[in-house]
Every structure is written in structure tokens, then in C-alpha cells.
């Protein structure tokens, strides 16, 4: 788990979102769900301590933390913020493939999630993948 360590000051989450963070993760332990924390790279921070208060959640609530901020994170995916950014504050498409793909292979290696692609239940899933990657590559022409 990588953090910001040399920020001490934090600043707090918002009341309202930590209490649907809260009911968030009462609910997901509830159901057994493990809650995986994602801080996706912002270009303009408001305030750099918001990192900082993330980070304390996190170690308050036990959870895992992916901070897609630091360096290391974004060597590891090949993120350009020439190409990967739509704006100072959200990545696009092209971003978004190479976060999703990291992401993805963390989950894929950290929990034992079924393979439920060739599953029939499941089969809108095939489906809507489908018609984003159409919408993705129709919208990079």
C-alpha cells in the first residue's frame, strides 16, 4: 500500500461522503465483501492533504488503498498526462484503459473472483463490454 508519506497535515472527507463511505463498507463486511480503496490521478489537487485523509480512512477502516497519484503508479501503467487526462481533474479514455487494466490485474491476483465471461447469468456483461469498447473506439476516431 503506497501513500503520501511526506504530508502530515490531513484535511477531512467530507461529513456526508464519509458517512455514505461508512454505510458502504458496514454494508460490504455485512456480505463478506473485502472494499479496495481507489484514488484515481488528479493533475490540480485543491488541497493535498485530501490524500492524507484518504489515507488515514483507509488505515482507520482496514482497507487496501491504491493511490494512482504517486509516481510509482503511474510508471507502472505508462500514464502521460499529454494523452491520458481530459481535463485537469479526470482522466479519458485512454487513461481509463490503462488504470482499468492495472486495476484489474491487481484484483485478478489479490482475490479469488470467478471467471464469469462464458457464464449464461452473466452474459449481459459480454454484452455491455461490447458496446463500450464500440463507443470507446468510435469516439478515439
Request: with cysteine; aromatic share 10%.
Amino acid at each position: 500500500m503506497l501513500k503520501h508519506t511526506s504530508l502530515t497535515k490531513t484535511s477531512g472527507i467530507k461529513e456526508i461522503s464519509r458517512l455514505y463511505y461508512e454505510k458502504i463498507i458496514q454494508l460490504c463486511r455485512e456480505k463478506d465483501i473485502e472494499v479496495l480503496l481507489v484514488s484515481m490521478p488528479r493533475l490540480e489537487r485543491s488541497d493535498d492533504y485530501e490524500y492524507n485523509a484518504v489515507s488515514r480512512f483507509s488505515d482507520e477502516y482496514g482497507l487496501t488503498l491504491i493511490d494512482y497519484n504517486l509516481p510509482e503508479f503511474m510508471d507502472v501503467v505508462g500514464f502521460d498526462p499529454m494523452t491520458d487526462m481530459t481535463d485537469k481533474n479526470h482522466v479519458n479514455s485512454f487513461g481509463a484503459e490503462k488504470f482499468s487494466r492495472n486495476l484489474g490485474d491487481y484484483i485478478s491476483t489479490q482475490f479469488n473472483l470467478a471467471d464469469k465471461r462464458e457464464d449464461p447469468k452473466y452474459s449481459q456483461w459480454n454484452i455491455d463490454a461490447e458496446q463500450l469498447r464500440q463507443l470507446i473506439k468510435d469516439n478515439r476516431k
